[in-house]
């Protein structure tokens, strides 16, 4: 364990073997940093917060708040400049592992974060959303609230998300569609589904019926029906 000099380390925070805290640290009580983490200076961290291994935290990333809810984070991840995560009094956020989340990144409160994902700078997730495994959100996205971001998606820059968005798709524009199979998934399996889910006219019902019912299933268009049943309307802006 290595600690700066400058570092406050409160005697409640438990840092492991192995783990380096830089310069003008702050880590407050309830704070317990993994082994292998390393934090770059000026990094503030107030508990109940946790920290697996082996995490990256770039200089001037904010984790939790004075008399704020709980974090749980995992393994391998990578928090560049100014990152912050939020979690309210009472609530918990999670972030899992080997994600990367860019320079102002903001996570608030409640959120789950799977494993795998890539936050583009600036983007912002808002509160109560699920972000599942190995999504791309690129930079200047703001995520409304109470949202779903599928596994394997990716939502292009500058993108304002105020609906649910479908697994292995890529979704642009204003208001927000389906525009094609994120080009990093693709394969004719999936072309096709999209073609169904998004092309034809079909309801999300009915078009999940008409992909469950294909010859040649596979598990990527296992999840895009089961998001299909589950779809929410989308909501009428407000005037």
């Given at each position: 364990m290595t600690v700066h000099p400058s570092a406050l380390v409160?005697?409640?925070?438990v840092v492991a073997e192995g783990a380096e805290i830089g310069?003008?640290?702050?880590?407050?009580?309830?704070?317990?940093?993994?082994?292998?983490?390393?934090?770059?200076?000026?990094?503030?961290?107030?508990?109940?917060?946790?920290?697996?291994?082996?995490?990256?935290?770039?200089?001037?990333v904010t984790l939790g708040k004075p008399d704020g809810?709980?974090?749980?984070?995992?393994?391998g991840n990578v928090f560049r400049e100014f990152s912050n995560v939020d979690a309210a009094r009472g609530i918990t956020t999670r972030i899992g592992s080997r994600n990367l989340l860019g320079t102002w990144v903001a996570v608030l409160s409640g959120s789950f974060v799977g494993n795998g994902v890539r936050v583009g700078a600036y983007s912002v997730i808002g509160e109560n959303n699920i972000v599942e495994d190995d999504a791309w959100i690129e930079g200047l996205c703001v995520i409304e609230a109470n949202r779903r971001i599928g596994r394997g998606s990716r939502i292009r820059s500058m993108a304002p998300v105020a609906v649910d968005v479908p697994?292995?798709?890529?979704?642009?524009g204003h208001p927000l569609e389906v525009q094609?199979?994120?080009p990093r998934r693709r394969t004719p399996v999936?072309?096709?589904?999209?073609?169904?889910?998004?092309?034809?006219?079909?309801?999300?019902?009915e078009?999940?019926?008409?992909?469950g019912k294909l010859p040649e299933a596979s598990p990527e268009v296992?999840?895009?029906a089961e998001f299909l049943k589950a779809a929410r309307p989308v909501e009428a802006p407000l005037d």
């Open positions: 409160d005697p409640q925070a310069p003008f640290c702050v880590l407050g009580p309830g704070v317990r940093i993994g082994p292998g983490c390393r934090l770059g200076p000026r990094v503030t961290i107030y508990g109940p917060v946790v920290l697996g291994r082996d995490n990256l935290l770039h200089p001037q809810g709980a974090i749980q984070i995992g393994d697994p292995y798709m890529c979704v642009d094609s199979v994120n999936l072309d096709n589904a999209f073609e169904i889910a998004f092309r034809s006219g079909l309801s999300p019902a078009a999940a019926r008409r992909l296992e999840a895009l």
